[in-house]
């Protein structure tokens, strides 16, 4: 029976993660760990400058859990570097409560703990949802155990992870699912700057996603549509069509 690890980065007491724990428990035996509070845009992390801690928890339903004080991908890296004795065929993250579109995946704590997953060199998953005020988690949860026996079956090809995104639709809304690349998800950052009760200045980023037009193509268009979004992303980030220009530059040390 296939060994699934379940992590998140909205924390342990998210219901994605409860609803991803129970879909899953049909393909698989799921372990969970995740970390203790919302990790949410905390990008690839790595603790390295002070202990990490593992608490034996329970879930809402009763699930006994681990919690971490880690963030999303110290969780993976705790699980696959063997805190988690027996091995681990699947890494599914999730159930992300809001997309992680475009520009997203490196601020994602739910998308790097998946990267930490394929560095391990283990499959891996990441499922976001749309917000909506109402979070119905049932459908991506149903889409991610659909999904999740096809990696089990056939593998991802090395340091390729599946960046899923689900519609916060009814199931018979949903059009289908596309396969899709990268698109662009800007945000209209603001910086706004206040003052302290000691009169000092701080800062707050704060900007909503605006709407470009997207190609038909792309995860943004796709969920905008009203379609499930499965996005392959590699970790190599070079950018191979520089390279040849790169090196007439004729750089000398
Ligand atoms: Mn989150």
């Given at each position: 029976m296939a060994h699934i690890l379940v992590t998140n980065d909205?924390?342990?007491?998210?219901g994605g993660l409860l609803a991803l724990k129970n879909a899953l428990s049909a393909v698989g035996r799921v372990t969970v760990m995740a970390p203790d509070h919302n990790w949410s845009a905390?990008?690839?992390?790595?603790?390295?400058h002070k202990p990490l801690r593992v608490n034996e928890v329970r879930l809402a339903d009763g699930t006994p859990a681990f919690a971490t004080s880690g963030a999303p991908s110290d969780c993976v890296a705790l699980a696959c570097l063997g805190f988690i004795q027996e091995p681990i065929d699947l890494v599914v993250s999730g159930i992300n409560q809001g997309y992680n579109l475009g520009h997203d995946v490196t601020y994602s704590g739910t998308v790097t703990a998946a990267m930490e997953g394929v560095i391990s060199g283990i499959p891996s998953i990441a499922v976001s949802l749309g917000w909506r005020p109402e979070m119905d988690y049932e459908c991506a949860a149903r889409f991610a155990a659909r999904l999740a026996p096809k990696v089990l079956e056939v593998g991802l090809p090395p340091y390729t992870l599946l960046n899923v995104n689900v519609p916060n639709l009814p199931q018979d809304q949903i059009k289908g699912v596309r396969i899709t690349r990268q698109g662009l998800r800007k945000y209209r950052d603001e910086l706004v700057k206040r003052l302290d009760p000691r009169g000092r200045p701080y800062y707050w980023i704060a900007g909503e996603p605006s709407s470009e037009m997207e190609e038909e193509d792309t995860d943004v268009w796709a969920v905008e549509n009203g379609y499930i979004s499965i996005t392959p992303l590699q970790l190599d980030l070079t950018a191979h069509a520089m390279i040849e220009q790169l090196r007439n530059w004729g750089l000398e040390v």
């Open positions: 909205d924390g342990l007491e998210a905390s990008g690839h992390v790595k603790t390295l």
